[in-house]
């Protein structure tokens, strides 16, 4: 397995240089975000990279205008702010009007950890996916970040490419296909994870520990919503108890994603959500992610704690 | 130009009736704000401003107008539906049962580009294609409706100064500077005078007419094409809200209202009455 020191946003920055080397309609407009990757665009493909200051609102109508001449764009910035301080200009340009931009966030989940709530974004998921015709794909690895950049030019509706800022572990190979909107890790019977974005790499972990305490316990990558309902269903129909796991807000977000499927589809499975309490709220809470995780609750171990009384429970 | 003047002014009453019957019907639609802009909107598609082709309305090659205060839709819509970008009939369902648009202004719509409503939008758009023309060395024009209360909105001033720095001169705003907003007048409100001065700062060359003279307006807009200018160019048209129908003028309360009972006889009255003291 390829060993990994590069992070989401240099893996899908690189790869689109290399397309945008090719296809002259590629912008990227970034509000003053860099990246190795960017550099080399704005000094070779100067036409094809906008920087238009910390104005996230404009950079998102830009956007739009341009998308409307037959670019494809790009719009960048810190996750938070290229979400949530043009959230009106996401809904009418992006879902109203069903314009084929990309917006690139970077530092999903706590990303930029020690830099405290303003810089973390865990209400994303459950407002974006509220609002039609926007697809979120929530990015797990390089290797994903890579095929994402790729998809993201062919797509004939808007995206938001949700990028952790930290370097992670790789799960993929070159070979996996993306196109499903979720990956089945381990395959499992009675019990499933689903995790998404940068907890699955952690989620890989735990169902590896419990399986050897003869849990035979699965794990489902899903990183594209609206959820490929089909597919899910069809993986898990069999299994008892489902475990989802976000760093995220639970309230609407990824776990009651879920939730909302196997309801409308009748399906009778035990649903454990682990995500972040809306009672414990935003945190001031500095050291790295993990004393933020612990925080929550969603640290590794904090997380088997909790999987193995759900699953001990009748 | 005199002929093309008064086709204009014969135009603008057209256009303001049929506006006026059309909201009637629906009881609904943004009259006065519609009102104050017209004699713009009619000088653009019937003046020789704007290149357009209704029979085509993704001709690449067309000028833009994105109408930024899609509040004013009833304006747009009519002189679309006259022009024949769609049948006459669909004014009669203007936001009603089947109607194929509403009291906002619809990016579905043939002719009418983008979805607004929500103000501070198309200013950008019209920036971001006014961007894509320049990157493809087209040489269409750009031209932006915006409401003068639009300006309060920060995300104007973002793009302003985004358009203002990169030169966009192939970017016409014009302000539809009505002094009137949605419970009061703007000076009552926040001064947002002085207009040119702000609009100057942020990179942009400026003018100031008056936005119901025909000759004023031609004379602007016949020279846009020849880029003599290097910056996008903000036309700050003094209007009034209401006008052409004195009993809505100079009154925030006829915001967003179409006039019903014993006021649609006024209204009307008052429309012909302004159409003879054109005339005369």
Request: charged share 25%; aromatic share 8%; glycine share 8%.
């Amino acid at each position: 397995m390829e060993k990994n020191n590069k992070t989401q946003r240099d893996a899908f920055w690189d790869r689109i240089y290399e397309i945008a080397k090719i296809n002259r309609d590629i912008i990227i407009i970034s509000a003053d975000m860099g990246a190795p990757a960017l550099d080399k665009i704005r000094r070779e493909l100067p036409s094809q990279f906008i920087n238009v200051g910390i104005a996230e609102q404009n950079a998102i109508t830009l956007a739009a205008g341009l998308t409307m001449t037959g670019k494809k764009v790009f719009a960048y910035a810190i996750a938070p702010f290229i979400t949530l301080r043009c959230l009106e200009q996401i809904r009418v340009e992006c879902s109203i009007m069903n314009l084929p931009i990309t917006i690139v966030g970077v530092g999903g989940g706590f990303g930029y950890e020690d830099s405290g709530p303003t810089h973390h974004i865990i209400e994303d998921i459950a407002i974006l996916r509220s609002m039609p015709n926007i697809m979120i794909n929530n990015i797990t690895d390089i290797v994903m970040a890579r095929a994402f950049a790729d998809i993201s030019c062919s797509l004939r509706q808007p995206n938001y490419i949700r990028l952790d800022r930290q370097v992670l572990p790789i799960i993929y190979t070159e070979e996996n296909n993306f196109d499903k909107g979720l990956s089945v890790i381990r395959k499992g019977k009675d019990f499933y994870i689903i995790s998404t974005g940068c907890m699955t790499s952690i989620a890989k972990d735990i169902s590896e520990e419990l399986s050897k305490e003869q849990k035979n316990i699965g794990l489902i990558d899903l990183y594209t919503l609206p959820i490929n309902e089909n597919e899910l269903i069809e993986t898990i129909k069999e299994a008892k108890k489902v475990i989802t796991i976000e760093e995220h807000f639970l309230p609407g977000g990824f776990g009651s994603a879920i939730c909302e499927v196997l309801m409308d589809n009748n399906i009778n499975i035990s649903v454990k959500r682990i995500g972040l309490s809306p009672k414990i709220g935003y945190s001031y809470v500095y050291g790295g992610r993990d004393e933020i995780r612990k925080h929550y609750g969603t640290d590794k171990a904090s997380m088997i704690k909790q999987i193995k009384g759900f699953l001990n429970e009748y | 130009m005199e002929d093309l003047i008064r086709r204009l002014e014969k135009k603008s009453f057209q256009i303001r009736n049929e506006m006026l019957d059309m909201c009637i019907k629906a009881g609904t639609g943004h009259v006065t704000s519609s009102l104050s802009c017209i004699d713009i909107i009619v000088t653009l598609y019937y003046g020789n401003i704007l290149r357009y082709d209704p029979k085509n309305p993704n001709w690449k090659e067309r000028d833009r107008f994105i109408l930024s205060k899609g509040q004013a839709s009833p304006a747009l819509y009519t002189v679309l539906a006259d022009i024949g970008y769609f049948e006459k009939e669909n004014l009669d369902i203007f936001a009603q049962k089947n109607g194929k648009f509403g009291v906002h202004l619809q990016h579905d719509v043939p002719g009418a580009e983008i979805t607004s409503g929500s103000l501070g939008h198309g200013f950008g758009i019209a920036a971001g294609i006014a961007l894509g023309a320049k990157i493809d060395r087209d040489l269409y024009l750009v031209f932006t409706l915006l409401g003068d209360g639009e300006c309060y909105e920060g995300s104007i001033w973002e793009t302003a100064m985004f358009a203002g720095y990169n030169r966009l001169n192939n970017l016409i705003a014009i302000i539809d500077r009505n002094y009137l907003c949605v419970t009061d007048f703007t000076e009552n409100l926040i001064e947002l005078e002085p207009m040119e001065d702000k609009w100057k700062s942020f990179g942009w060359e400026t003018v100031r007419l008056d936005g119901h003279s025909f000759k004023d307006l031609l004379k602007v807009f016949s020279d846009v094409r020849s880029r003599k200018r290097a910056k996008p160019l903000v036309i700050i048209a003094d209007t009034i809200k209401g006008r052409g129908i004195e009993s809505l003028c100079f009154n925030p309360l006829w915001h967003g209202l179409a006039p019903k009972d014993d006021m649609v006889d006024v209204c009307k009255l008052e429309l012909e009455r302004y159409r003879r003291y054109g005339e005369e």
